[in-house]
């Protein structure tokens, strides 16, 4: 079993940043495919951002490429998302997920084992 916890979300003006940070428990951090999603209200749950258990690849949604970094500390078995020039349509509840992506599946949210309970993120115009 694995537990996700996140934190970091807020609000924040447009063109601002904000980093969060999942904590991940009951697995060997350093093996796990990690993910970031979001879920504005009344649409479905998007990827944003990937990281493979080897921390050699990333993906990220075109939306937030060259504005958005995924990376981890293993020893503080933790994952972050940093969020530069943050725009009104990146308000949303923002997911860690794990265990999953495998075989090209990473922006799927189906193909991830488990979730955080979120932590949303407003970004004001």
């Known amino acids: 079993q694995v537990q996700l916890v996140e934190s970091g979300g807020g609000l924040v003006q447009a063109g601002g940043s904000l980093r969060l940070s999942c904590v991940v428990t009951g697995r060997t951090f350093s093996t796990l495919n990690m993910g970031w999603f979001r879920q504005a209200p009344g649409k479905e749950r998007d990827f944003v951002a990937s990281?493979?258990?080897?921390?050699?690849?990333?993906n990220y949604a075109d939306s937030v490429k060259g504005r958005f970094t995924i990376s981890r500390e293993i020893n503080k078995r933790t994952l972050y998302l940093q969020m530069n020039s943050l725009k009104p349509e990146d308000t949303a509840v923002y997911f860690c997920?794990?265990?999953?992506?495998?075989?090209?599946?990473?922006?799927?949210?189906?193909?991830?084992?488990?979730w955080g309970q979120g932590t949303p993120v407003t970004v004001s115009s």
């Open positions: 990281i493979t258990w080897s921390g050699s690849g990333t």
């Open positions: 997920a794990a265990d999953g992506g495998y075989s090209a599946t990473y922006h799927r949210p189906n193909s991830y084992s488990y």
